[in-house]
């Protein structure tokens, strides 16, 4: 069965350092990941999405960065957070199946900036 | 483009009522329609999808949902509603062949079921 893994679970930075959020899926091959922010546990944001190795798409343009290094890993990141990057980040997978996959969500990850 | 509404920013029922949780779509043909919960601090957990065929679509935990084409709708539906029901609920929309798209996810409907 397939699993997806996020860590670290929690975090709390400083304004101005950077960040790296991991998220890794298993069992199964050539998935298509994604990266949400939730602000206030209410509606979902979807930050950047990935089809492929090296391949990224972003949605919004801010000062974070995704990359996908290997098929079933998919990194967040930031050079210097700011105090609105707080928030649940959410990482999801799906496999391919003309439109009707299924996305299937991480345990998140709690990001505080302070 | 396509969307999602979810009208109601909460909904309040009492345990052993039925509950309904409203969700309204609009995309450029037909849709492919998704139900997901979470729970606090936790991911989304998947209920259930209207792909094609019967209309009345049934999920995890009891949870149905209903697609109507003709109202644009696919609402969150169960019989006898638990105190554990409790929770965020997100409609989410997908274009019939839109590739690898993401999905389109409402802002999130809070249900609160009191004993």
């Known amino acids: 069965s397939q699993t997806i893994h996020q860590w670290p679970a929690t975090l709390v930075q400083p304004v101005g350092s950077p960040l790296s959020l991991e998220c890794t899926v298993e069992?199964?091959?050539?998935?298509?990941l994604y990266w949400y922010r939730q602000a206030a546990g209410r509606g979902l944001q979807l930050l950047f999405y990935?089809?492929?190795?090296?391949?990224i798409s972003s949605e919004v343009p801010q000062n974070l960065s995704a990359s996908r290094p290997q098929d079933r890993q998919f990194i967040l990141s930031s050079k210097k957070l700011l105090l609105s990057d707080s928030g649940f980040y959410l990482c999801?997978?799906?496999?391919?199946?003309?439109?009707?996959?299924?996305?299937?969500f991480g345990p998140g990850t709690r990001l505080t900036v302070l | 483009a396509q969307s999602v509404a979810q009208p109601e920013d909460q909904v309040n029922v009492a345990e052993g009522n039925p509950l309904t949780v409203k969700c309204t779509y609009s995309v450029s043909g037909n849709p492919y329609l998704f139900w997901y919960v979470q729970y606090p601090n936790r991911g989304l957990q998947f209920l259930l999808k209207y792909i094609t065929g019967d209309n009345l679509v049934k999920g995890s935990y009891g949870f149905e949902a209903e697609f109507n084409k003709s109202q644009t709708s696919f609402h969150l539906k169960k019989p006898s509603a638990l105190v554990s029901d409790s929770a965020l609920y997100f409609c989410a929309v997908r274009p019939l062949n839109s590739g690898n798209t993401p999905l389109v996810f409402g802002k999130g409907t809070r249900l609160s079921v009191i004993a």
């Open positions: 069992g199964t091959s050539n998935p298509n």
């Open positions: 999801a997978w799906s496999v391919s199946l003309a439109g009707t996959d299924t996305q299937y």
């Open positions: 990935s089809v492929g190795i090296g391949q």
